[in-house]
């Protein structure tokens, strides 16, 4: 036996196995192996000169050059990032179960370049544009630095298509997040601190619902306390491993 599949509880493997519907909600600590950095290394690290502010319309508004080029140099990292074992553990489940449910709040298409099929983005991806209005999707295969182009169809400075601080989430997204969310039989949290609403309050509602509640992430979460099982360590091992141990011809 694998030695990761040891931390794997049986109560989990058993549900997985007899599940209808899997629902998961990732966050940023999914991508962390692919060296993609979380929103907390970001503060710390390399990004740290580029503030949380940045992501506001306003700051857009303010200086769309510094904006742009964060976005444009964020674009060039994922690009070069390759989906993890994590990434890849989840798009294999997905083939297994009945209905499966992948709810994202990652902007970096990594789960989409590991097979995964239907992913809900909920705060959209850097991969896409639009124009400031909000209006048009604009076409754009290879980003520059320098002040962002303009909407060849309304004028406005073309943005990526991404949530900002303040802004709503796309309505079709929430509505079948929170439906998926409510009515599964498991329900996955993966590498989210679950601080940013509404994607936090998913737990809660599959809790509500009745689902088995799982947190998979090495450090401890305001969702650790109230979920019915915790896996601590990353993604990246145990996922391909929960994998292994519900379906041991997954590999
Ligand atoms: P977060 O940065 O607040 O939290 C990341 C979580 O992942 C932490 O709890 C951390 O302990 C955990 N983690 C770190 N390494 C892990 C690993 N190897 N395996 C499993 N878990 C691991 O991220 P968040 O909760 O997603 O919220 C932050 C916001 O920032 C979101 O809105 C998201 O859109 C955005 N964001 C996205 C990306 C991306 O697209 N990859 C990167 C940074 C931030």
């Given at each position: 036996?694998?030695?990761?599949?040891?931390?794997?509880?049986?109560?989990?493997?058993?549900?997985?196995?007899?599940?209808?519907?899997?629902?998961?909600?990732?966050?940023?600590?999914?991508?962390?192996?692919?060296?993609?950095?979380?929103?907390?290394?970001?503060?710390?690290?390399?990004?740290?000169?580029?503030?949380?502010?940045?992501?506001?319309?306003?700051?857009?508004?303010?200086?769309?050059?510094?904006?742009?080029?964060?976005?444009?140099?964020?674009?060039?990292?994922?690009?070069?990032?390759q989906?993890?074992?994590?990434?890849?553990?989840?798009?294999v489940?997905?083939?297994?179960?009945?209905?499966w449910?992948?709810?994202?709040?990652?902007?970096?298409?990594?789960h989409?370049?590991?097979?995964?099929?239907?992913?809900?983005?909920?705060?959209?991806?850097?991969?896409?544009?639009?124009?400031?209005?909000?209006?048009?999707?604009?076409?754009?295969?290879?980003?520059?630095?320098?002040?962002?182009p303009?909407?060849?169809?309304?004028?406005?400075?073309?943005?990526?298509?991404?949530?900002?601080?303040?802004?709503?989430l796309?309505?079709?997204?929430?509505?079948?997040?929170?439906?998926?969310?409510?009515?599964?039989?498991?329900?996955?949290?993966?590498?989210?601190?679950?601080?940013?609403?509404?994607?936090?309050?998913?737990?809660?509602?599959?809790l509500?619902?009745?689902?088995?509640?799982?947190?998979?992430?090495?450090?401890?979460?305001?969702?650790?306390?109230?979920?019915?099982?915790?896996?601590?360590?990353?993604?990246?091992?145990?996922?391909?491993?929960?994998?292994?141990a519900?379906?041991?011809?997954?590999?």
């Amino acid at each position: 036996m694998h030695p990761d599949m040891r931390v794997i509880p049986n109560e989990l493997i058993a549900a997985l196995r007899t599940a209808r519907r899997v629902t998961v909600l990732t966050g940023a600590g999914i991508s962390a192996e692919s060296g993609v950095p979380t929103f907390r290394e970001a503060q710390a690290g390399l990004w740290s000169h580029y503030h949380p502010e940045d992501r506001h319309p306003d700051a857009f508004q303010r200086n769309p050059q510094l904006v742009w080029e964060w976005y444009v140099w964020r674009r060039q990292l994922v690009s070069a990032a390759q989906p993890n074992a994590g990434h890849a553990a989840l798009a294999v489940m997905q083939t297994y179960v009945p209905q499966w449910t992948l709810i994202t709040q990652n902007v970096d298409g990594l789960h989409q370049r590991a097979g995964s099929q239907g992913v809900i983005e909920l705060h959209g991806s850097l991969l896409r544009y639009v124009c400031s209005a909000r209006q048009h999707i604009v076409s754009l295969e290879a980003p520059a630095m320098g002040m962002p182009p303009v909407c060849p169809r309304c004028g406005s400075l073309v943005r990526p298509d991404v949530v900002w601080f303040g802004e709503p989430l796309p309505v079709a997204a929430m509505v079948e997040a929170f439906e998926a969310a409510a009515h599964c039989d498991v329900f996955l949290s993966i590498g989210t601190s679950g601080v940013v609403q509404p994607a936090a309050s998913l737990p809660l509602e599959a809790l509500a619902g009745g689902a088995l509640t799982v947190e998979i992430n090495p450090d401890e979460t305001p969702l650790s306390r109230r979920v019915d099982l915790t896996l601590r360590g990353p993604a990246g091992q145990l996922l391909p491993a929960l994998g292994r141990a519900a379906w041991p011809d997954a590999d």
